[in-house]
């Protein structure tokens, strides 16, 4: 498979495919990437900057709207997740341009999720949210989807985007809801306890 040669704006985040992700550009290198994406219609990369390292995995990105400039030359953007990539060379600078990029090999995703552990990962996030008394739906439950908003930490995030099938994606997820809900539950009725400490009980009689 060929490479491809993509401008890269490594963040200390992840993003996935589908994901909006809204961004203040300041620097004048990335203001020059984004400068050019918008002029040229082209996508860039933002690969995870994780561990003090660029990652080998990341997310093409496609800029949508640029929602304001501002006079000194900054801009806030809003972009677009398209596809998973793998940087196969990493450049510091583009020649004749501020920014980095890499060459980049795009990968092939299967999609198709497992219908079984869909419906165990949505039971799952409803007990989790119910449990925390939070309000909140989906569109759907596929795993980039919900990924930000089940408690994953940043490498576990990054570890969901390397996996190229979404029933492994969905795999990953559920051993980690599994693992987290019934401590979430442990945590909620210890707090209840507590709360109620202090308080007058009114106890039935024992009968011995």
Not at 28 to 51: D, H, M, W
Not at 143 to 166: K, R, V, W
């Amino acid at each position: 498979m060929e490479t491809k040669l993509l401008p890269l704006f490594p963040l200390n985040l992840v993003v996935y495919p589908g994901e909006k992700l809204n961004l203040h550009i300041f620097e004048p290198r990335y203001r020059q990437l984004i400068s050019e994406a918008v002029a040229r219609e082209t996508t860039f990369g933002i690969p995870a900057f994780i561990n003090n390292e660029v990652g080998s995995f990341g997310t093409e990105m496609r800029v949508v709207s640029v929602e304001r400039y501002y006079p000194e030359g900054e801009m806030d953007i809003t972009a677009l997740g398209l596809q998973v990539f793998e940087v196969k060379q990493f450049y510091n600078a583009i020649p004749n341009r501020l920014y980095a990029g890499g060459e980049v090999l795009f990968r092939e995703d299967n999609s198709q999720p497992d219908v079984v552990a869909e419906l165990d990962v949505k039971q799952l996030v409803e007990q989790l949210y119910e449990t925390l008394r939070i309000q909140k739906t989906f569109p759907d439950y596929h795993s980039f989807t919900i990924a930000h908003h089940i408690g994953l930490d940043l490498e576990q995030e990054y570890a969901l985007l390397q996996l190229p099938a979404e029933y492994e994606r969905q795999q990953f997820i559920l051993e980690h809801l599994q693992q987290i809900v019934p401590k979430v539950i442990e945590i909620e009725r210890l707090k209840l306890k507590v709360q109620m400490n202090g308080y007058f009980k009114n106890f039935k009689p024992l009968d011995f």
